[in-house]
């Protein structure tokens, strides 16, 4: 009887939707966390105006940025994996 | 009775004491800070007086913003250690398996591609989370009142005020090698309110702006009294 290989049942067949579908679901929670981010980043700029070049508005760039990075990866892992 | 001794010396004058009022000293203290050139604040200043570009919310059209704080900037450099090492884990682990005769384990080209780059993009948030708390964590001190602005993480932060009035008393802490060579420590400022303890934790060059705390609020006694 052959020992059956674990790595290549993880990763073939059904064993690659397993690993997925988690995959999917914790870069879905994670991009709302992101938006949470831009929520609270606009919170922080209506509180306190730190500089003339309004930081709070370049900090919500990079979590944007971070967000369609992140989107970007949902697709790939659909496509790819 | 004839003169023993006298002395032909004429007596001195004794220098007159003047007593300067209390207040005075810090009332001219907090004017010159007030009438000093206001400087820039960019994006990694820890303390700046009269800082340039700045308001808050609820500021007052006649406030003026007298001394700006974060923590020193020293403070971050924990996080930004961890965030480097914690970085050169998966070229290091890819590595070690290139480096092996049969690898340990192996992933499909794909799925490795997803989770390295979601590993990345969670290191990221954690170094922005770890920014954010250092960058929205302000003390403010205007010639009316302090606020303090604490940021505990990203999605939770508290901003307390205090007015000079119920200042009862202000000292600071400076412990260890660090904080001596880099001059910040803990500035905590005793108040008569509920909120028994206001503090500016890490703050740069604390003798000076305890200092300016003082000032501000043995000036504020000062103006009282004058108008009494």
Known sequence: ?81 | MPDIYTDHHPPTEQPTVTHAHPHQHAIQSVQRLMHEKEHQVNFFTAYRVRPRGMHFANQEPDEVILVFLRHHFITNIPWMLNTIFFALIPPLLFGISLALPTPLFTLPGGLAFVLVAFYYLLLSSYAFGKFISWFYNIGIVTQKRMIDLDTSNILAHNTATANFSELVEVKFTQRGFFQSYFDYGDIHIQTEAVRANFEFLAAPKPSYVTDIISDLRVAQEGGKHANS
């Open chain 1, 1 to 81: 009887m052959q020992i059956p290989n674990l790595t290549e049942m993880l990763f073939t067949g059904i064993g690659i939707y397993l690993l997925k579908i988690p995959i999917l679901i914790l870069i879905f929670i994670y991009m709302i966390f992101l938006v949470i981010v831009i929520g609270r980043l606009k919170a922080f700029g209506r509180t306190v105006q730190v500089s003339s070049m309004n930081a709070s508005k370049v900090l919500e760039r990079f979590v944007v940025i971070q967000l369609i990075l992140t989107l970007s990866l949902f697709v790939a892992t659909i496509v790819i994996v």
